[in-house]
């Protein structure tokens, strides 16, 4: 039972699933009590500029995209590949907001994403059981006991990842890379390999001819002219989240200062359990994934706790339900939150739910279904009154091969060839700005 009385470590009192188990618990108290000490990554204005913007998408003034990939890899962290991650989000937001004539609130799944839930605790190897890889801050791919076995040193490199991450995207904004001005700068090698370059090479035009405008006239602020990107991730090591956590003063409040936004798993979104308890305390925008095992009850239940005072912009429920799912799942659960007053805003995640293995055993999606589900989402919203105001995808700036179809048509044969996530399926560059287009003709066609 929760009570009133709440602290970032009152979790400790209820059930917990999905955190690993440390050999050595005195050097993960230290690593905890090292984080707790250095700066916080995110600044409290930030968390609370992206709570009013979301505040706004509830009401159908902006539209979010959120995306990044499954799970970040420190290997990664490089300039070249954040930059190119930054730049698909853009150009996806720069297609939803000349389509859909809305401000668009960009979340990248970066600067934190390093940790993944898993079904299981253990998987067989050559024939060793070992632990399950559940992400770089807790272990490493490498198929070892010595690498699947959790270090508590790993959470020091993910702090640090993190933060230059956040460095270098605070860096690209102020240096003008996210303006308006010059949408062009944001193309990255292969795009002119795509079906949709002279699309987007008009529309940006078009849009860099309209900020001009605007701007010679005077109407236009610094903040109207560039994006701003947020960062998030799950907040799914409590252990690591309650060291983020700070308490404060001028605001009364305590938060997360590790992302912008946090989001509770569909595997860990119990009521009575320890992540319901820990996120009910931070004062972050907090998202709500949702699979088809979800009650309707339930989740009004964790709204009502996590969000008792029915604070728009607080509380984003991403449903990723499956496109064989959505039709039969989402209608109540849209009835139950409009029949209980409960301001939410509604976001798709339609990568989770339409996961399966190809003939050879990768993992993989087709993006035939991921566009099904978005599209019988939006569609599903309007016969119920509702509408959709985000979407959410596991997507990347590279050329990977690991979601099936597209324009580019890929098969089961071409997953060999760049597959490079440590987790889930990836849309790459082609496929993200397919769907952008896609649903931006859906918003045009089908207005919300």
């Not at 009502?304 to 509380?315: C, F, Q, S, V």
Request: net charge neutral; proline share 5%; glycine share 8%.
């Amino acid at each position: 039972m929760h009570s009133l009385r709440w602290s970032p470590f009152s979790w400790h009192d209820f059930p917990v699933t999905q955190v690993p188990h440390y050999h050595d618990g005195l050097a993960l108290q230290k690593v905890l009590s090292t984080i707790r000490q250095y700066p916080p990554l995110v600044f409290v204005g930030e968390v609370e500029a992206l709570k009013k913007q979301l505040a706004d998408a509830t009401y159908g003034k902006r539209f979010v995209l959120q995306g990044g990939d499954c799970a970040e890899s420190f290997r990664d962290c490089k300039a070249e590949v954040i930059s190119a991650k930054l730049k698909i989000l853009l150009q996806m937001a720069t297609v939803l907001c000349y389509g859909l004539q809305k401000p668009v609130v960009c979340i990248g799944r970066m600067a934190g994403q390093y940790s993944k839930p898993r079904s299981v605790d253990f998987e067989w190897v050559n024939g060793q059981q070992l632990p399950v890889f559940r992400g770089e801050s807790i272990n490493s791919i490498d198929p070892t006991l010595f690498g699947r076995t959790p270090d508590p040193f790993r959470l020091l490199t993910c702090y640090h990842s993190s933060a230059m991450t956040l460095n270098f995207i605070r860096s690209l904004a102020t240096g003008g890379f996210a303006d308006f001005h010059h949408p062009e700068q944001w193309e990255l090698g292969i795009f002119r390999e795509t079906p949709h370059y002279k699309m987007y090479q008009a529309l940006t035009k078009n849009i860099a001819r309209a900020v001009g405008f605007m701007t010679s006239l005077g109407a236009m602020t610094q903040d109207a002219r560039r994006m701003t990107v947020f960062t998030s991730h799950e907040g799914l090591h409590l252990n690591l989240e309650e060291a983020l956590t700070h308490f404060v003063s001028e605001r009364g409040q305590y938060y997360n200062l590790g992302a912008h936004m946090l989001w509770i798993g569909d595997r860990t979104r119990q009521l009575d359990g320890a992540h319901a308890e820990y996120f009910r305390g931070i004062a972050n925008p907090i998202g709500i994934k949702i699979g088809p095992s979800a009650n309707p009850e339930e989740i009004l239940a964790l709204i009502g706790m996590l969000n008792p005072e029915n604070e728009a912009g607080r509380i984003t429920l991403i449903t990723r339900l499956g496109t064989e799912n959505v039709s039969d799942c989402l209608p109540p659960l849209i009835q139950s939150i409009r029949k209980a007053k409960r301001i939410v805003l509604w976001s798709c995640d339609p990568m989770h739910g339409n996961s399966f293995k190809a003939k050879d055993g990768i993992k993989t999606r087709k993006f035939s279904d991921i566009l099904s589900e978005m599209m019988e989402s939006v569609r599903i919203h309007q016969d119920q009154g509702s509408f959709l105001g985000g979407v959410h995808f596991e997507m990347t700036g590279e050329a990977v091969t690991e979601c099936l179809g597209g324009l580019v048509n890929l098969g089961e044969k071409d997953l060999v060839k760049n597959y490079t996530s440590f987790c889930d399926p990836r849309l790459n560059y082609h496929q993200s700005l397919e769907v952008a287009f896609t649903l931006s003709s859906l918003f045009q066609e089908n207005w919300v």
